[in-house]
Nanobody
Framework: QVQLVESGGGLVQAGGSLRLSCAASGRTFSSYAMGWFRQAPGKGREFVAAISWSGGSTYYADSVKGRFTISRDNAKNTVYLQMNSLKPEDTAVYLC?????????????????????WGQGTQVAVSS
């Protein structure tokens, strides 16, 4: 069982930056691939970024490539999402997810059903 708790959301102006954190419980964190998704009001969950167990492989949605960076610190059981050059369309609840597979394929990493565990989410609002 893995429990995930996100933090770091908030209100920021367009062009600004935020860093989200996702703290995971459990001693097997390093065995999990981790992902970030987002969900805007009235919409489904949208893939944002994912990272393999070692951090050696990363995956990004086209909409955030070059602006967002995912990373992890296995010693701290934490995964991060650095978000730069934020746009109003980035406004959403950001959710962290964990999958018990070390290195997913790109297609797997982008799929909601690939992940077994989810956090409650943290709100990000970007004003224009």
């Amino acid at each position: 069982q893995v429990q995930l708790v996100e933090s770091g959301g908030g209100l920021v102006q367009a062009g600004g930056s935020l860093r989200l954190s996702c703290a995971a419980s459990g001693r097997t964190f390093s065995s999990y691939a981790m992902g970030w998704f987002r969900q805007a009001p009235g919409k489904g969950r949208e893939f944002v970024a994912a990272i393999s167990w070692s951090g050696g492989s990363t995956y990004y949605a086209d909409s955030v490539k070059g602006r967002f960076t995912i990373s992890r610190d296995n010693a701290k059981n934490t995964v991060y999402l650095q978000m730069n050059s934020l746009k109003p369309e980035d406004t959403a609840v950001y959710l962290c997810a964990a999958a018990p597979r070390r290195r997913p394929t790109t297609a797997q990493a982008m799929t909601v059903n690939f992940y077994d565990y989810w956090g409650q989410g943290t709100q990000v609002a970007v004003s224009s």
